[in-house]
């Protein structure tokens, strides 16, 4: 069943994320079962808020407890708060490609 995640970390700051980001590069290592990512900042707070979709949450259980968090460990990035919830829907459209970094 796919999922939405949604990550809020707070005291996460856009530099932790680039090194998170980077780091684990799951950009060019694309985890199982993922299937979007998207992040933003509060930079007012030094808080990020991701959401991610999933195909299932032991995929995304797979790559947070053997990639995500061990990097975030090793990196003192503070863990954030995690919600998953069932997709009801999902709509991408053509232009979403000009939003790759």
Do not use: C
């Not at 980077?22 to 900042?41: N, R, Y």
């Not at 990639?67 to 709509?91: A, C, G, H």
Request: charged share 25%.
């Amino acid at each position: 069943m796919p999922i939405l995640v949604i990550f809020t970390g707070k005291n996460i700051t856009k530099q932790m994320y680039e090194t998170l980001r980077k780091g684990v590069d799951w950009e060019h290592k694309h985890p199982k079962g993922s299937l979007f990512h998207a992040a933003a900042f509060d930079e007012t707070s030094n808080t990020v808020h991701v959401a991610n979709v999933w195909e299932s949450e032991e995929d995304l259980n797979s790559f947070v407890s053997s990639r995500l968090m061990p990097y975030m460990i090793n990196n003192k990035i503070p863990e954030p708060k995690v919600e998953i919830y069932q997709i009801n829907d999902v709509s991408a459209f053509p232009d979403i490609d000009k939003f790759k970094v």
